[in-house]
């Protein structure tokens, strides 16, 4: 089993800049990639952005430029560096693993509790 625990959403405002992180433990040899998710209100739960443990990355095209995906093996984290933030960025993120590469939810088994990021 593997365990994700997200942190770092908070408020900001529009053109801000926010970091989520991922901590993620357990069975980490399962894990082959990593990505994050993110549910706004009344909307399907979309990918974000993935990156596989040969450090490929993805990005919906909405946020191809500003957002940053990476992961520091050594510490189990994966973080999201979130910059020109606009209001439809305002999701709950999720962060999930799995062991297939691509944003498809349905392919990731583990995922965290979620964490509200919030632009005004």
């Known amino acids: 089993h593997v365990r994700l625990v997200e942190s770092g959403g908070g408020s900001v405002q529009t053109g801000g800049s926010l970091t989520l992180s991922c901590a993620y433990s357990?069975?980490?040899?399962?894990?082959?990639?990593m990505g994050w998710f993110r549910r706004a209100p009344g909307k399907e739960r979309a990918g974000v952005a993935g990156?596989?443990?040969?450090?490929?990355?993805g990005y919906r095209d909405s946020v191809r430029g500003r957002f940053t995906i990476s992961y520091d093996d050594a510490n189990h984290i994966l973080s999201l560096q979130m910059d020109s933030l606009k209001l439809e960025d305002s999701a709950v993120y999720y962060c999930?693993?799995?062991?297939?590469?691509?944003?498809?939810?349905?392919?990731?088994?583990?995922w965290g509790q979620g964490t509200q990021v919030t632009v005004s």
């Open positions: 999930a693993a799995g062991s297939v590469a691509g944003l498809v939810a349905s392919a990731f088994p583990y």
């Open positions: 357990g069975h980490t040899s399962n894990i082959w990639s």
């Open positions: 990156i596989d443990s040969d450090g490929n990355t």
